[in-house]
């Protein structure tokens, strides 16, 4: 079993953590789907004592997937413990994962405490999960920080006390890689029954190094790698999946093999963006749009001749299809449902009915209809329930105008209507929406992005709004980018009305 790698998706729980990219269950339970065609090991589908959505999501996520290991995420809490275990009593394979702070800093600053307390507190919490179920692992939160000699002291009590799996994380993401490699090393070899327990490496990548600490901490005995779909997570973000994957695939003298079918990763990665409406960043490795782009002349003459001059990935091994279907407004039902399908999206009924009909409206406004555009309209439809919908946007500016916008909006049944002028056209739009909406809400983050590179592409905008000392995240998709920017500002309206 030496030569396994397990990998343990957290995107449903670290990754999740980032701000507006909260998911309802019913889309958890759809990542969570695509994860076990994957070939994920472990998913980390929550915390469940945080809150009544994160229960409820480890519950329908143990009822809706077969093989993969179901993780909940505790403190070193009894409580969090005995809520963690009610919320994976449908799981056919289960794990508890708990854990404390190790670094003297987290545990002067933190806890109040002194490191003999914290290896009891680690031991407790260990053996009370072990009452409940088989599969504990054990997280030393700021390991990256923690001397190696008390790391390797709290790392041989937590085994001995029951933990099949140790999480060494570089929570903040400081470590070097030569530093991560060696912490995980000094445990192989000075830890009394590190074989009877797998070693974890869980990093982030708050200084760019959390790909190249997992692969130091593999390459040094750790035999389980905690990673996210497209790096997502906290802050800077965590490992990514993908780049883990397809390193090992890539390099045969890393002496591992992992479960994944990286023909799923394209796919996964476009349904995780979709979803969470969360943009790739175009140089993404692996998954970024122009990850397989070749724009130099010299790159391009090359590719021709022999394809390995400079690329050392097929983009078929990672699902991208150079001969992809692309859909026009002649396509039917059928062709739409097959590569919601390939996307990881079932669908049928009044739903697909409801995709289809926008479909065909943008159909008329663009030529071609490529997968981000399908995921997008996918993920649409979950606007249906919205209090305040727009009907009408008309808007006039140009040069040497002053823009003038005349909007309508349906809100809880109601019509109203309102027009303004603005320095800009979406300026404009969003003070004619404020005439209705009277509300004390600040704009704080606008960010635009192209789904490709047509010029009737459809545009994508994210936005930050500031209502009542809170912070809401809106998503609006159009063809019009100044009727996007208004269904993205409406989209946090109706996230705060709730």
Known sequence: MDDRLFIFDTTLRDGEQVPGCQLNTVEKIQVAKQLELLGVDVIEAGFPISSPGDFNSVIEISKAVTWPTICALTRAVQKDIDVAVEALQYARHKRIHTGIGTSDMHIKYKFNSNREEIIERGVAAVKYAKRFVEDVEFYAEDAGRTDNE???????????????????????????????????????????????????????????????????????GARQAEV?????????????????????????????????????????SRMVSSLMNMPVQPNKAVVGRNAFAHSSGIHQDGVLKNVQT??????????????????????????????????????????????YEAFLRLADQKKEIGDDDILMLAGADRTAGHSIKLKYLQVTSGVGVRPVASIGLDVAGEQFEAAASGNGP?????????????????????????????????????????????????????????????????????????
């Open 228 to 268: 996210t779909i497209n790096g997502i997570g906290e802050r800077a973000g965590n490992t990514s999946l993908e780049e883990i994957a397809m390193i090992i695939k890539c390099h045969s003298t890393i002496p591992v093999q992992t479960n994944i079918n990286t023909t799923k990763i394209y796919p996964t």
């Open 310 to 355: 400079y690329e050392i990935m097929d983009p078929k091994d990672v699902g991208i299809d150079d001969n992809s279907i692309v859909l026009t407004a002649r396509s039917g039902r059928a062709a739409l449902r097959h590569r919601l399908s390939v996307l990881g999206i079932d669908m049928d009924g009044e739903r697909l009915d409801k995709v």
């Open 426 to 498: 979406v300026d404009a739009a969003i003070k004619a929406l404020k005439c209705i909406i009277r509300r004390q809400m600040t704009l704080k983050e606008f960010t635009i992005q192209a789904i490709s590179k047509g010029s009737d592409d459809v545009g994508k905008v994210h936005m930050q709004v500031e209502y009542d000392g809170q912070l809401y995240y809106g998503f609006g998709a159009n063809t019009d980018i100044i009727a996007a920017s208004v269904e993205a500002y409406i989209d946090c309206i109706n996230k705060f009305r709730h």
């Open 150 to 220: 008390y790391l390797a002291r709290v790392v041989e009590a937590v085994i001995k006390a029951g933990a099949t799996v140790v999480n060494i994380p570089d929570t903040t993401g400081y470590c070097l890689p030569d530093e991560y490699g060696a912490k995980i090393r000094y445990l192989m070899e000075h830890v009394d029954g590190i074989d009877r327990a797998i070693i974890s490496t869980h990093c982030h990548n708050d200084l760019g190094m959390a790909t190249a600490n997992t692969i130091s901490g593999i390459l040094n």
